[in-house]
Nanobody, 123 residues
């Protein structure tokens, strides 16, 4: 499964972005999808996920109230809406997929990864 992220780009502190995760030619229905952030010089940190089995979602405490994950099965896309962005949100954002499982925020939970999209948060 090849995943493609889009929607990244330079944003000012306090601004918003919506990231998209798609798999060209494949439906993401029933795939658990996770979003991860990798800040410069650091490891990948789980931000949010949506389960493939029951559509339940999870948001990391660090972004709770500001980030939202959603799935549009008509467009075979999973979104990460990011509001009130802070400079520490800067990094490369990756989406990852695993077939029909409850979602988790560990990199070990996923079997397929995208190439990432860069999100610099700076004035």
């Amino acid at each position: 499964l090849q995943l493609v992220e889009s929607g990244g780009g330079l944003v000012q502190p306090g601004g918003s972005l919506r990231l998209s995760c798609a798999a060209p030619g494949f439906a993401l229905t029933y795939y658990g999808i996770g979003w991860f952030r990798q800040a410069p010089g650091k490891g990948r940190e789980g931000v949010s996920c949506i389960s493939g089995s029951d559509e339940s979602t999870y948001i990391a405490d660090s972004v709770k109230g500001r980030f939202t994950i959603s799935r549009d099965n008509t467009k075979n896309t999973v979104y990460l809406q990011m509001n009130s962005l802070k400079p520490k949100a800067t990094g490369v954002y990756y989406c990852a997929a695993v077939w029909f499982r409850m979602c988790g925020l560990s990199t070990y939970d996923y079997t397929s990864w995208g190439q990432g999209t860069k999100v610099p948060v700076s004035s």
